[in-house]
């Protein structure tokens, strides 16, 4: 697993429209729980992400997405 900090996730973000746990695990192998601290530091930094959620239309199971809102 290669070392992500939260410069990582915010650049990400930037260069991105969003980001999923799943996607998170994907590029990065990081766990749910991993993730979600590191948006919630990004957040506590002054950051302005947003999360909303969606369903997989195979799966039929929800998970949210990560967005960074730039004003």
Do not use: C, P
Request: no cysteine.
């Amino acid at each position: 697993m290669a070392y992500v900090n939260k410069q990582h996730v915010l650049e990400y973000l930037q260069k991105n429209e969003s980001l999923s746990i799943g996607e998170a695990f994907i590029n990065w192998q990081l766990s749910g729980g991993h993730i979600t601290k590191i948006i919630s530091n990004l957040r506590k930094d002054g950051n302005n992400i947003v999360s909303q959620w969606r369903k997989n239309t195979v799966t039929g199971r929800r998970y949210k997405r990560y967005s960074l809102i730039v004003e």
